[in-house]
């Protein structure tokens, strides 16, 4: 924990991204090149044919969908017990970069299940707990604009992010679970294809560098807003 | 690289178009806010 205060505060926070970021952005730009390069070399699946090509795109924003959204728990969790205010800028700055992630899951998956199942949707636990997401990160965005005293939004956005955290796991073990037309584990099970498992891990980091470093220009730009707004009291008081 | 989609392009292109344009579109708009930021931030410290 003491590790975490350290960074934590607004100015460490400054200083440390300042120095990662330039590599976050790097990683991302070597990370989604190659994706794209190998994912695009790469042949035919003997099932799906070229539509194997969604896999790359549809996975990792699906992933990072539901893993922003732990990030915005833990945050949450942070922001809640321990009430360190860089915790609510974090977990706020999330929130757009989740539920775009969400929707690109969603729009994707789609794409790839209109020529894969026939159509391009069905209430089955995995997509509807999935479109949930999406609502979960609307209604999170949306608390934190209605309420206009910035601490008690906090709070109240941090409850809501904690109590949909259920949702995730929901999501995640729905293809278990339940009868599902969306396919089970593939990765983890080891039945992807070399030849499709480097395009689809090099764009997993990709979109992960990329979340990085948009979700650290968010924060540092909150903190400069915040600086803005107390400096703009200062002179009218 | 292989551009031929075969009979799925009407999918696949698709996909791979709005993800572009979310993705550079939500960077493109966080380096944005980023310089608005710094730029209202440097003019009230000037003050």
Same mark, same amino acid.
């Given at each position: 924990?003491?590790?975490?205060?350290?960074?934590?505060?607004?100015? *460490?926070?400054?200083?440390?991204?300042?120095?990662?970021?330039?590599?976050?952005?790097?990683?991302?730009?070597?990370?989604?090149?190659?994706?794209?390069?190998?994912?695009?070399?790469?042949?035919?699946?003997?099932?799906?044919?070229?539509?194997?090509?969604? %896999?790359?795109?549809?996975?990792?924003?699906?992933?990072?969908?539901?893993?922003?959204?732990?990030?915005?728990? &833990?945050?949450?969790?942070?922001?809640?017990?321990?009430?360190?205010?860089?915790?609510?800028?974090?977990?706020?700055?999330?929130?757009?970069?989740?539920?775009?992630?969400? &929707?690109?899951? %969603?729009?994707?998956?789609?794409?790839?299940?209109?020529?894969?199942?026939?159509?391009?949707?069905?209430?089955?636990?995995?997509?509807?707990?999935?479109?949930?997401?999406?609502?979960?990160?609307?209604?999170?965005?949306?608390?934190?604009?209605?309420?206009?005293?910035?601490?008690?939004?906090?709070?109240?956005?941090?409850?809501?992010?904690?109590?949909?955290?259920?949702?995730?796991?929901?999501?995640?073990?729905?293809?278990?679970?339940?009868?599902?037309?969306?396919?089970? *584990?593939?990765?983890?099970?080891?039945?992807?294809?070399?030849?499709?498992?480097?395009?689809?891990?090099?764009?997993?980091?990709?979109?992960?560098?990329?979340?990085?470093?948009?979700?650290?220009?968010?924060?540092?730009?909150?903190?400069?807003?915040?600086?803005?707004?107390?400096?703009?009291?200062?002179?009218?008081? | 690289?292989?551009?031929?989609?075969?009979?799925?392009?009407?999918?696949?292109?698709?996909?791979?178009?709005?993800?572009?344009?979310?993705?550079?579109?939500?960077?493109?708009?966080?380096?944005?806010?980023?310089?608005?930021?710094?730029?209202?931030?440097?003019?009230?410290?000037?003050?």
């Amino acid at each position: 924990m003491n590790f975490l205060f350290r960074y934590a505060n607004p100015h *460490e926070f400054m200083r440390l991204s300042g120095v990662v970021l330039p590599f976050t952005v790097i990683g991302t730009a070597l990370c989604l090149g190659a994706g794209l390069y190998l994912g695009f070399s790469a042949p035919p699946d003997y099932q799906q044919g070229r539509t194997v090509l969604i %896999l790359f795109i549809h996975v990792p924003a699906a992933t990072m969908a539901m893993g922003v959204y732990g990030a915005i728990a &833990v945050c949450s969790l942070l922001s809640l017990v321990w009430r360190h205010p860089l915790s609510d800028i974090a977990a706020r700055a999330a929130a757009p970069l989740g539920a775009l992630f969400t &929707v690109l899951g %969603l729009v994707t998956g789609s794409l790839w299940g209109k020529p894969m199942w026939g159509t391009y949707w069905v209430w089955d636990a995995r997509l509807t707990s999935f479109l949930l997401l999406l609502f979960l990160y609307v209604g999170y965005l949306a608390l934190w604009n209605a309420i206009e005293d910035e601490t008690r939004a906090a709070r109240a956005a941090a409850i809501l992010a904690l109590v949909g955290a259920v949702n995730i796991p929901i999501i995640k073990f729905s293809v278990n679970w339940w009868n599902t037309l969306h396919q089970g *584990e593939t990765i983890t099970s080891g039945k992807l294809a070399p030849v499709f498992l480097a395009p689809f891990l090099l764009m997993m980091a990709g979109y992960g560098f990329l979340f990085v470093s948009l979700w650290m220009v968010r924060i540092r730009t909150s903190i400069l807003e915040r600086r803005a707004r107390s400096l703009m009291q200062q002179g009218a008081a | 690289m292989n551009f031929d989609m075969g009979l799925y392009g009407a999918y696949i292109w698709p996909a791979y178009g709005i993800s572009a344009i979310v993705l550079i579109g939500v960077t493109l708009w966080s380096i944005a806010a980023w310089r608005r930021a710094k730029a209202k931030l440097s003019r009230l410290e000037k003050k």
